[in-house]
């Protein structure tokens, strides 16, 4: 069955770094576009950054771009989420997600915070 699991998460002060991991299985992973999301507490979740199958392509919210990289290696079936300049805003559950056919998969989450 498909599994993916993040990892990374913790607490860092503003302008700390952070990088975020999700191993995926069962599903030829190297086949499929890859998302990170985030949820603030109280908010709805929200995309931050696409991967294309081969990495080629990515696309960032505007609210992360030139602070986070995503990036992938297909031989390790893992996307990564690098972020740079972290901002209090930033804080939440980061989740990693593919959509495989009509099926979506979530991850279970790897908590972010962002606090002096």
């Known amino acids: 069955q498909v599994q993916l699991v993040e990892s990374g998460g913790g607490l860092v002060q503003p302008g700390g770094s952070l990088r975020l991991s999700c191993v995926a299985s069962?599903?030829?992973?190297?086949?499929?576009?890859m998302s990170w999301y985030r949820q603030a507490p109280g908010k709805e979740r929200e995309l931050v950054a696409t991967?294309?199958?081969?990495?080629?392509?990515?696309k960032y919210a505007d609210s992360v771009k030139g602070r986070f990289t995503i990036s992938r290696d297909n031989v390790k079936n893992t996307v990564y989420l690098q972020m740079n300049s972290l901002k209090p805003e930033d804080t939440g559950v980061y989740y990693c997600r593919v959509n495989i056919v009509l099926s979506t998969y979530w991850g279970q989450g790897t908590q972010v915070a962002v606090s002096s």
């Open positions: 991967i294309s199958n081969d990495g080629d392509y990515t």
């Open positions: 069962g599903f030829t992973f190297s086949v499929y576009a």
